[in-house]
């Protein structure tokens, strides 16, 4: 009976598809092939031998180690990703879309609301089905390798304040796109546009002084010497630094990191408590050296730049097709609405997406050239070379990934190319 009534409905659904239908399913595994084929590859690059220039990072145990944390880490993502694959294809082939769409109707008239419901039972649904993974992942895999600091309770406090931001900001911003998509016709993407853009800037100014103490403490660094080393540089490089702080990274993992913010009167370097218990005083400066690099040579402002056309480009894509006929009918919606033809655009924009996000990578791996030739140039390689092996053992990195992995996936360069360019 089960059987029957299955193969019924497979059979009503193959009468409905549409062309578009499976140009949807073939977008989809066709990325998940490509990303699964990369994965091979720079799984195969792991070797016994390393290059003189990293002979002296690991020992053999150490790098048995980072071998199997990447193993590890490597089989938990392809669960998880093998999982999503089915759902996905499950959620189109046999309707899922098109139920929830139904749904949502039923619940109310509003298109506004009826769109912000749709995409938030999509988001809760998609986090509850993550929450395994991430548990195994923080509690288990990183825990048994050192890494995690983080507390159940710290986890839950995480995922509670996530939800919140992603409700007040992710809604407030979709429902303002919403009414301008409801109200100014073709000209919506323009106004929806400048919003973005705004709410990209403002975000840019005001991430580490609004929204980071929302998870983190955030502290000033004390007088010391470091804080004269790097007021003596940002002195010698002409960089104005009003604000240095640091933010307690610690509580959640030992990795540890840094990073340049804000634009103008806002900004802003922030260093993680890890960083400072396992590097010098010396290779600090180094690091921030090729942050100051980053600001420098424009960096954030030329990647801004670039992020504001991309979002104008694709939200004029947006206005062109959301509302298409042949976008819902791909899913089996009788009538096109703005959340079912967002959602189709989005499998659809998959290619224009890996193109712009590759030279997006191209982009930012040049910067983080430049960044350390900064750095060399205006302070002394030989810190930040000892710096970025520390990282790289601390993190139990893949000192050699498949170039082609490289290509796709690196917003930064590999440990041994930016060696060789620093010891050139």
């Not at 016994?48 to 980072?66: C, G, R, T």
């Not at 033809?341 to 030279?359: A, E, R």
């Amino acid at each position: 009976m089960i059987i029957a009534a299955l193969s019924g409905y497979l059979q009503a659904q193959l009468s409905s598809m549409t062309p578009l239908f499976y140009i949807i399913i073939a977008f989809i595994l066709i990325e998940f092939i490509v990303s699964k084929y990369l994965d091979h590859l720079n799984d195969k690059t792991w070797s016994n031998q390393l290059p003189e220039e990293l002979a002296d990072l690991y020992d053999a145990e150490k790098y048995a180690k980072a071998q199997e944390y990447d193993k590890e880490k490597g089989k938990l993502s392809n669960i998880s990703s093998y999982l999503s694959l089915i759902l996905m294809l499950s959620m189109i082939i046999f309707g899922g879309f098109a139920w929830l769409n139904e749904w949502v109707i039923s619940m109310t008239d509003n298109a506004i609301l009826q769109s912000l419901l749709f995409f938030g039972v999509l988001y809760v649904a998609s986090d509850v089905i993550s929450l395994p993974f991430s548990y195994y992942g923080i509690f288990v895999i990183e825990e048994k390798y050192g890494f995690n600091k983080m507390t159940i309770s710290t986890f839950i406090a995480d995922k509670f304040k996530g939800y919140l931001m992603t409700a007040v900001l992710g809604g407030g911003i979709l429902a303002l796109i919403l009414w301008f998509y409801n109200t100014a016709g073709a000209h919506f993407w323009l106004y929806a546009w400048v919003l973005v853009t705004a709410f990209s800037l403002f975000m840019t100014m005001f991430y580490t002084s609004i929204f980071v103490p929302i998870f983190n403490k955030l502290t000033p660094l004390e007088d010391g010497s470091l804080r004269q080393k790097i007021e003596a540089f940002a002195a010698k490089v002409n960089f104005p630094l009003n604000n240095i702080s640091v933010i307690d990274g610690s509580k959640r993992s030992t990795k540890a990191n840094a990073y340049f913010s804000g634009i103008g009167a806002k900004k802003s370097i922030v260093l993680y408590d890890t960083l400072m218990k396992d590097h010098t005083d010396e290779e600090l400066v180094g690091i921030l050296a090729h942050e100051v690099g980053h600001y420098k040579k424009k960096h954030i402002q030329k990647g801004m730049a670039i992020s504001i056309l991309h979002t104008g480009f694709m939200l004029f894509l947006i206005g062109k097709f959301v509302g298409s006929q042949a976008f819902a009918e791909a899913l089996f919606v009788p009538e096109p609405n703005f959340h079912i033809g967002i959602l189709v655009f989005g499998i659809l924009f998959t290619p224009i997406s890996m193109i712009t996000g590759l030279m997006m990578n191209v982009f930012s791996r040049k910067n983080e050239f430049e960044a350390d030739n900064y750095a060399k140039q205006h302070y002394d390689a030989q810190p930040l070379i000892d710096a970025l092996k520390k990282l790289s053992i601390n993190h139990l990195s893949n000192l050699q990934p498949h170039p082609a992995y490289v290509f796709f996936h690196y917003s930064h360069p590999p440990l041994l190319e930016r060696l060789r360019n620093l010891m050139r």
